[in-house]
Structure formats: structure tokens, C-alpha cells
């Protein structure tokens, strides 16, 4: 197993110095945007399972502030003059064909109705788990297929958020009394059960936790296995490193062949004692 982790070690240093240092730089961005990503989505994760545990359960009388949770029923928005109401809250769909893919959703702001009144709910700022989902895959092509999800009218959902009185009010849905807006992060409606919503979003985390560490240590060892490379000179190795992305950008293999070593003057033998 050890011999397994050394003959790792050293294809990665070895991968790392090969690296131009534009390259390096581009790779170092790379991961740095995966990591703060990762680590966006695993925070934000961490505190919707929080909440979902944690949160208190209020009705829309409610003025507690903070994140709370809320029970009640989905609604559609007001129907636009001429056309009739929708059966349909929110719908989204997902379609792939090869290397193709589009998604469609709806836009439409709805609210959440429970025995107190209506708080809307901003589409558009909200995550939003549906209890209806259907799945579809190409009879003779299987790279074709179609995932498509919706809230029904009259669908039990719970949310998580912060109740805003006074706002400014929302299209569509200006008769509600109050807004469910993003609190800590969080602002999740969900037509799946608070059990499901804390699972899906657990196991999410346990992906994306993992992937932040894995993207830091591969920015530190990165960082490390290149700058190596390079001759320490007066200033250490990350001024000669800068030297180099000024004067050879694309120049690879950074080590003892790389010009910049080839530059530095040797050391002169130490000479034995008379």
C-alpha cells in the first residue's frame, strides 16, 4: 500500500511540474472555482438539514425571525386576463439527446396558502423540490430522454425561509400578506417530505463535502509539487515562478532542465582545507 501511495505521489509531482506555468495558472483557477463551489453548496446543504431539523414550525401569523418552516398547501399565481387558471404551480423539464441537453421551467411566482393567508414565493431565488416527477427514455435511442417535474395545485408542501411583511409585492401574486424570502442562505419549497428533503440534501452534502477537501488538498500539493520546480533564488521560488509566467509562459517540465535553473550560477566547490 505504501509502495501504491509513493508511485501516487510521484506521478503527481511529476504531473504538476510538467505544467507550464500558464497552464498552472489556468489549472490552479480551475480548482480554486470548483472548491469555492463545492464549498458554497455543501454549507448551504449543511443548513438546509439543519433546518429541516432545527427550525421552528410557525403559521403565516407568524413574526419570528430568522429561518422558520412553513406548512400549507401550493397555489398558482393570479390567472393574466383572458386565459384560465392552471392546474399546474411549477413545472420544469430536463431534456438530453447525445451531448445535447435543455432545461424549461416556469417563472411564475405562486404562494403558499395555509388556514392564516397566502406568502408568496420568488421563483426565481427559490429551490424547489416537486412531489411530481416522471422520467422518460428513448424507446430505440437511449442517449435521448426526458426528466420532467411539477407542483400541482392543492399540493402539501413545507418550506423553509424567512416570513417579510411590507415588502414590495411580487407579479402575479400581489394579494399575498407576506413573502418567504432567503434567510442564512436557505429558501427551499419542497413537495417532498421533510424525511426526503433531509435525506436528498444530506447525501448531497456527503458528495460535496468530500470534493471541497479533495480540491483543496490539490490546491495546496498543486501549489507545492510546481513551485519545486523552479530555482529558489534570491527571493524564493514563487518570485522565480512569476519570472517565469512573465518571460515563458508556455515553457513546460519545470526542474533542473527549465531555462531558469540553467541560468542560475553554480556554487562554487568548497575547497579542502591546506
Same mark, same amino acid.
Given at each position: ?35 469555492? =463551489? ?102 430505440? +435511442? ?81 501549489? =507545492? ?9 534570491? +527571493? ?13 509562459? =508556455? ?9 531558469? =535553473? ?13
Amino acid at each position: 500500500m505504501n509502495e501504491d501511495l509513493e508511485r501516487l505521489h510521484d506521478m503527481l509531482v511529476a504531473a504538476f511540474m510538467a505544467l507550464s506555468p500558464a497552464v498552472f495558472v489556468a489549472v490552479f483557477a480551475i480548482l480554486l472555482g470548483l472548491l469555492l =463551489w463545492a464549498l458554497r453548496q455543501a454549507l448551504r446543504n449543511l443548513r438546509i438539514v439543519q433546518a429541516v431539523a432545527k427550525a421552528p414550525l410557525v403559521d403565516l401569523r407568524s413574526t419570528v425571525a430568522g429561518l422558520v418552516k412553513i406548512r400549507g398547501t401550493a397555489h398558482p399565481p393570479e390567472p393574466r386576463p383572458g386565459r384560465a387558471p392552471s392546474s399546474i404551480v411549477w413545472y420544469s423539464r430536463h431534456r438530453r439527446s447525445g451531448n445535447n441537453t435543455s432545461t424549461l421551467s416556469t417563472t411564475d411566482n405562486f404562494v403558499i396558502r395555509d388556514a392564516h393567508g397566502d406568502c408568496a414565493v420568488n421563483t426565481g431565488k427559490t429551490t424547489i423540490l416537486p412531489a411530481a416527477s416522471l422520467a422518460t427514455e428513448g424507446f430505440l +435511442d437511449k442517449s435521448r430522454s426526458s426528466v420532467e417535474r411539477a407542483l400541482y395545485t392543492g399540493d402539501a408542501v413545507f418550506a423553509l425561509g424567512a416570513l417579510r411583511f411590507g415588502l414590495p409585492p411580487l407579479s402575479g401574486v400581489a394579494h399575498a400578506r407576506c413573502q418567504l424570502v432567503r434567510s442564512s442562505g436557505v429558501l427551499l419549497v419542497s413537495g417532498a417530505s421533510e424525511r426526503e428533503a433531509k435525506v436528498l440534501h444530506t447525501l448531497w452534502f456527503i458528495v460535496q463535502a468530500p470534493l471541497a477537501l479533495l480540491c483543496l488538498g490539490l490546491l495546496g500539493f498543486g501549489t =507545492w509539487a510546481h513551485l519545486i520546480g523552479y530555482p529558489p533564488g534570491n +527571493d524564493g521560488s514563487a518570485a522565480t515562478f512569476l519570472e517565469a509566467l512573465r518571460t515563458t509562459p =508556455w515553457k513546460g517540465e519545470a526542474g533542473p532542465d527549465h531555462p531558469l =535553473w540553467l541560468q542560475t550560477p553554480a556554487e562554487p566547490a568548497s575547497q579542502p582545507p591546506p
